[in-house]
Protein backbone atom coordinates (compact mmCIF):
# COMPACT_ATOMS: atom_id res chain seq x y z
CA UNK A 1 0.00 0.00 0.00
CA UNK A 2 2.54 2.21 1.14
CA UNK A 3 4.02 1.56 -2.22
CA UNK A 4 0.99 2.54 -4.21
CA UNK A 5 0.31 6.33 -2.77
CA UNK A 6 4.05 7.23 -4.05
CA UNK A 7 3.10 6.56 -7.56
CA UNK A 8 3.51 9.81 -9.91
CA UNK A 9 0.81 11.13 -11.06
CA UNK A 10 0.81 13.89 -13.73
CA UNK A 11 -1.23 17.05 -12.78
CA UNK A 12 -2.51 19.50 -15.51
CA UNK A 13 -3.14 23.19 -15.04
CA UNK A 14 -6.55 24.07 -16.06
CA UNK A 15 -5.05 25.16 -19.76
CA UNK A 16 -4.34 21.05 -19.45
CA UNK A 17 -0.41 21.84 -19.69
CA UNK A 18 2.07 19.88 -17.52
CA UNK A 19 2.41 21.46 -14.39
CA UNK A 20 4.41 18.53 -12.10
CA UNK A 21 4.40 15.12 -10.99
CA UNK A 22 2.74 14.68 -7.77
CA UNK A 23 2.45 11.33 -5.87
CA UNK A 24 -1.19 9.26 -5.92
CA UNK A 25 -1.73 10.36 -2.18
CA UNK A 26 -1.43 14.17 -2.83
CA UNK A 27 -3.85 13.23 -6.04
CA UNK A 28 -6.69 11.75 -4.23
CA UNK A 29 -6.69 14.42 -2.00
CA UNK A 30 -6.57 17.14 -4.73
CA UNK A 31 -9.16 15.01 -6.18
CA UNK A 32 -11.47 13.73 -2.97
CA UNK A 33 -11.39 17.76 -1.83
CA UNK A 34 -12.61 18.85 -5.31
CA UNK A 35 -9.47 20.92 -6.10
CA UNK A 36 -9.38 18.28 -9.55
CA UNK A 37 -10.95 15.85 -11.65
CA UNK A 38 -9.07 12.66 -12.67
CA UNK A 39 -9.46 12.46 -16.62
CA UNK A 40 -10.23 8.90 -17.84
CA UNK A 41 -8.59 6.76 -20.64
CA UNK A 42 -10.92 8.59 -23.41
CA UNK A 43 -9.87 12.17 -21.96
CA UNK A 44 -13.08 12.64 -20.16
CA UNK A 45 -12.61 14.85 -16.40
CA UNK A 46 -14.44 12.88 -13.29
CA UNK A 47 -15.54 14.51 -10.19
CA UNK A 48 -14.77 12.37 -7.05
CA UNK A 49 -17.83 10.11 -6.64
CA UNK A 50 -17.73 9.03 -10.50
CA UNK A 51 -14.14 8.08 -9.85
CA UNK A 52 -15.10 6.07 -7.43
CA UNK A 53 -17.62 3.84 -9.33
CA UNK A 54 -15.15 2.90 -12.13
CA UNK A 55 -13.57 -0.52 -11.93
CA UNK A 56 -10.28 -1.37 -11.24
CA UNK A 57 -8.68 -2.94 -14.31
CA UNK A 58 -5.93 -5.41 -13.99
CA UNK A 59 -3.41 -2.59 -15.35
CA UNK A 60 -3.99 -0.28 -12.52
CA UNK A 61 -2.91 0.40 -9.27
CA UNK A 62 -5.33 0.37 -6.46
CA UNK A 63 -5.72 1.59 -3.11
CA UNK A 64 -7.50 -0.69 -0.69
CA UNK A 65 -11.35 1.22 0.82
CA UNK A 66 -13.68 -0.32 2.56
CA UNK A 67 -16.13 -2.06 0.12
CA UNK A 68 -13.43 -2.76 -2.48
CA UNK A 69 -10.37 -0.65 -3.94
CA UNK A 70 -10.13 2.50 -5.46
CA UNK A 71 -8.61 3.07 -9.20
CA UNK A 72 -5.68 5.52 -9.03
CA UNK A 73 -5.59 8.42 -11.51
CA UNK A 74 -2.97 9.00 -13.75
CA UNK A 75 -3.43 12.67 -14.37
CA UNK A 76 -4.82 15.41 -12.46
CA UNK A 77 -6.70 18.39 -14.38
CA UNK A 78 -6.71 21.42 -11.60
CA UNK A 79 -9.56 23.27 -11.71
CA UNK A 80 -8.40 26.56 -10.78
CA UNK A 81 -4.01 26.46 -11.27
CA UNK A 82 -3.49 28.71 -14.53
CA UNK A 83 -0.12 29.36 -14.10
CA UNK A 84 2.38 27.78 -16.53
CA UNK A 85 5.75 26.57 -14.63
CA UNK A 86 9.13 28.24 -15.35
CA UNK A 87 11.29 25.91 -16.24
CA UNK A 88 14.95 26.43 -14.24
CA UNK A 89 17.30 23.04 -14.45
CA UNK A 90 19.03 22.51 -11.43
CA UNK A 91 22.94 22.49 -11.39
CA UNK A 92 23.33 18.48 -10.34
CA UNK A 93 25.86 15.89 -11.54
CA UNK A 94 22.57 14.16 -12.65
CA UNK A 95 21.57 16.72 -15.00
CA UNK A 96 24.99 17.59 -15.95
CA UNK A 97 25.24 14.13 -17.08
CA UNK A 98 22.16 14.68 -19.30
CA UNK A 99 23.03 17.58 -20.88
CA UNK A 100 26.87 15.45 -21.81
CA UNK A 101 24.65 12.72 -22.68
CA UNK A 102 26.91 10.63 -20.61
CA UNK A 103 29.77 10.98 -22.71
CA UNK A 104 33.18 12.64 -21.66
CA UNK A 105 33.72 15.97 -23.40
CA UNK A 106 37.09 15.06 -24.06
CA UNK A 107 37.49 12.32 -25.72
CA UNK A 108 34.26 11.29 -26.66
CA UNK A 109 34.24 8.22 -25.07
CA UNK A 110 31.05 6.70 -22.40
CA UNK A 111 32.23 4.81 -20.23
CA UNK A 112 29.71 3.50 -17.06
CA UNK A 113 28.45 6.36 -14.72
CA UNK A 114 30.80 5.31 -11.88
CA UNK A 115 33.93 6.17 -14.21
CA UNK A 116 32.50 9.37 -15.03
CA UNK A 117 33.75 12.31 -13.00
CA UNK A 118 32.15 15.96 -12.95
CA UNK A 119 35.23 18.21 -14.61
CA UNK A 120 35.31 22.00 -14.02
CA UNK A 121 36.49 23.48 -17.45
CA UNK A 122 38.23 26.76 -15.66
CA UNK A 123 39.96 24.92 -12.65
CA UNK A 124 38.28 25.96 -9.07
CA UNK A 125 42.32 26.47 -7.78
CA UNK A 126 41.83 29.61 -10.18
CA UNK A 127 38.99 31.20 -9.84
CA UNK A 128 36.71 28.60 -11.72
CA UNK A 129 33.08 28.65 -10.22
CA UNK A 130 30.62 25.96 -10.31
CA UNK A 131 28.10 27.01 -13.02
CA UNK A 132 26.61 25.48 -16.02
CA UNK A 133 29.15 26.98 -18.73
CA UNK A 134 32.13 26.07 -16.55
CA UNK A 135 31.12 22.25 -15.88
CA UNK A 136 31.31 19.30 -17.64
CA UNK A 137 31.12 15.26 -17.40
CA UNK A 138 34.82 13.76 -18.36
CA UNK A 139 36.30 10.19 -17.79
CA UNK A 140 38.43 9.49 -15.05
CA UNK A 141 41.29 9.40 -17.42
CA UNK A 142 41.08 12.71 -18.84
CA UNK A 143 40.12 14.30 -15.91
CA UNK A 144 43.17 13.19 -14.13
CA UNK A 145 45.38 14.08 -17.40
CA UNK A 146 43.67 17.70 -17.26
CA UNK A 147 44.32 18.04 -13.27
CA UNK A 148 44.42 21.98 -12.54
CA UNK A 149 45.35 23.23 -16.25
CA UNK A 150 42.81 25.26 -18.55
CA UNK A 151 42.12 22.20 -21.64
CA UNK A 152 44.79 24.46 -23.79
CA UNK A 153 47.06 24.39 -21.08
CA UNK A 154 46.70 20.60 -21.06
CA UNK A 155 46.48 20.45 -24.88
CA UNK A 156 43.01 19.08 -24.72
CA UNK A 157 39.76 19.88 -26.83
CA UNK A 158 36.04 20.23 -25.55
CA UNK A 159 33.77 18.22 -27.78
CA UNK A 160 31.71 21.31 -27.23
CA UNK A 161 31.24 24.38 -25.20
CA UNK A 162 29.74 24.02 -21.83
CA UNK A 163 26.13 25.77 -21.68
CA UNK A 164 22.68 26.18 -19.32
CA UNK A 165 20.14 23.62 -21.02
CA UNK A 166 16.85 24.94 -21.83
CA UNK A 167 14.99 21.79 -21.55
CA UNK A 168 11.02 22.11 -21.51
CA UNK A 169 8.44 21.04 -18.61
CA UNK A 170 8.50 17.60 -20.48
CA UNK A 171 11.56 16.81 -20.57
CA UNK A 172 12.24 18.10 -16.68
CA UNK A 173 8.74 15.24 -16.11
CA UNK A 174 10.09 12.78 -17.59
CA UNK A 175 13.51 12.94 -16.69
CA UNK A 176 12.30 13.16 -12.65
CA UNK A 177 10.00 9.89 -13.01
CA UNK A 178 10.98 6.67 -12.54
CA UNK A 179 8.30 5.11 -14.38
CA UNK A 180 5.95 6.65 -17.48
CA UNK A 181 2.33 5.73 -18.31
CA UNK A 182 0.77 5.67 -21.33
CA UNK A 183 -1.66 8.56 -20.27
CA UNK A 184 0.65 10.87 -20.18
CA UNK A 185 1.37 10.81 -23.43
CA UNK A 186 -1.07 12.90 -25.27
CA UNK A 187 -0.51 15.54 -22.85
CA UNK A 188 3.77 15.61 -23.00
CA UNK A 189 3.39 15.61 -26.59
CA UNK A 190 1.35 18.42 -26.67
CA UNK A 191 3.33 20.61 -24.71
Given amino acids: ?3 VLQKPVLLLNRYFQPVQLTTAKRAMVLLYGGAAQAIDDVGEGRDFDHWRALDVRPSDDAIP ?3 GALRVPRVLHLHKYDR ?3 VTVRLTRKNLMVRDAHQCQYCGKQPPVRDLNIDHVMPRSRGGDDTWENLVTACRVCNLRKGW ?3 EEANMRLA ?5 PRWSMTAQILMGSPEKFPEWE ?3 KAS
Fill in 186 to 188: PFL
Fill in 84 to 86: TPR
Fill in 149 to 151: KTP
Fill in 65 to 67: IVG
Fill in 1 to 3: MPD
Fill in 160 to 164: RLPFR
